[in-house]
């Protein structure tokens, strides 16, 4: 599957933004999807997941961040409201066939696996949020 990643921008604290990942290929429902991030000098993060039916999020964006899946158009969004600069990053969408064995090990861990878990990766698109 090829991942393109898409929306990322310029926006002011407590702006909205979002970000889109088309998925070409194969159905995206067939995988699951996740959104990671990286600022400069720090290592990638998780950010949030789609995986089957459940959604997962990393506290520093729980109550800020939606993700959400349209099959229909083979993308996956991430809104993100109240934005802070510390949100400031390189964006990526990451994809794992969506097997039963990553459903449970997603679930043991509230969705916090570590990047080199998933085998897809889009380029990456840019946020900067100003103060």
């Known amino acids: 599957v090829q991942l393109q990643a898409s929306g990322g921008g310029l926006v002011q604290a407590g702006g909205s933004l979002r970000v889109s990942c088309a998925a070409s290929?194969?159905?995206?429902?067939?995988?699951?999807m996740g959104w990671f991030r990286q600022a400069p000098g720090k290592e990638r993060e998780f950010v949030a997941a789609?995986?089957?039916?459940?959604?997962y999020y990393a506290d520093s964006v729980k109550g800020r961040f939606t993700i959400s899946r349209d099959s229909a158009k083979n993308t996956v969004y991430l809104q993100m409201n109240s934005l802070k600069p510390e949100d400031t990053a390189v964006y990526y969408c990451?994809?794992?066939?969506?097997?039963?064995?990553?459903?449970?090990?997603?679930?043991?861990?509230?969705?916090?696996?570590?990047?080199?878990?998933?085998?897809?990766w889009g380029q990456g698109t840019l946020v900067t949020v100003s103060s």
């Open positions: 290929g194969r159905t995206s429902s067939s995988y699951s």
């Open positions: 789609v995986v089957w039916s459940s959604t």
């Open positions: 990451a994809a794992h066939l969506q097997t039963h064995d990553f459903i449970r090990r997603n679930k043991a861990v509230a969705g916090t696996l570590s990047p080199s878990e998933y085998d897809y």
